[in-house]
């Protein structure tokens, strides 16, 4: 969405549909979480998330996409080279979790664009896809659920248009859901990380040219 809308118009347009994507999510991975990874990830996330309040006022959406597509395209060539040497270590220092959640929190908050950066998280942590899936489910719930009272009372990016605009989205998000869920019962864990990586950097791409 952030795509195809301006930035921060688009995080209020879509939080109420992502709430119901990832709800769903929630519902048919949340026995694969692992929650030690939530724990440490989200509390930078809100800090991200609070700074991403206070800049996005004034911030300039054109220059931050570029550098969040720099940072993003910068971390998945080092993810591969990563992967090449056939490395089984992952970050153990809390200033991993610390740059790459406040990082999170800023870009989700003000352009919808911190899924890159969970997935780049995710994947240093060597997480199994159904792990991966679930834990990213209530990774994301939490996070647009303390999204929702800063579109709607601070911004101001969510009302009763968006709303209608999102009800007309809803079954889109159903089949999405349902065509995904059968997917990914067919994708092995080594193509699907490999895809995760591929779809993270098309999207930084595509930020950077918008």
Request: charged share 15%; aromatic share 14%.
């Amino acid at each position: 969405m952030a795509l195809a809308f301006e930035a921060k118009a688009s995080t209020g347009l879509v939080v109420p549909l992502l709430i119901v994507g990832d709800a769903i999510a929630v519902v048919y991975y949340h026995r694969h979480a692992n929650w030690w990874y939530i724990v440490r990830f989200l509390p930078w996330v809100v800090v991200g998330i609070l700074l991403g309040v206070y800049l996005g006022n004034d911030l300039d959406e054109g220059v931050f996409k570029i550098y969040m597509a720099i940072i993003i395209l910068v971390s998945v060539v080092m993810m591969y080279w990563w992967d090449r040497r056939k490395s089984t270590s992952v970050p153990t220092h809390w200033a991993f979790a610390g740059l790459v959640g406040t990082l999170a929190g800023i870009t989700t908050m003000i352009g919808n664009l911190g899924g890159p950066f969970s997935n780049l998280y995710f994947l240093a942590m060597r997480v199994k896809k159904n792990e991966f899936i679930g834990t990213a489910a209530w990774l994301f719930l939490i996070i647009n659920l303390i999204k929702l009272p800063f579109h709607i009372f601070v911004w101001e990016t969510i009302n009763a248009e968006t709303l209608l605009f999102n009800l007309k989205l809803v079954p889109g998000i159903l089949l999405g859901m349902l065509v995904g869920v059968r997917l990914i019962k067919i994708i092995k864990d080594d193509f699907y990380r490999k895809m995760i990586l591929v779809l993270t950097a098309l999207g930084a791409v595509m930020i950077m040219i918008r």
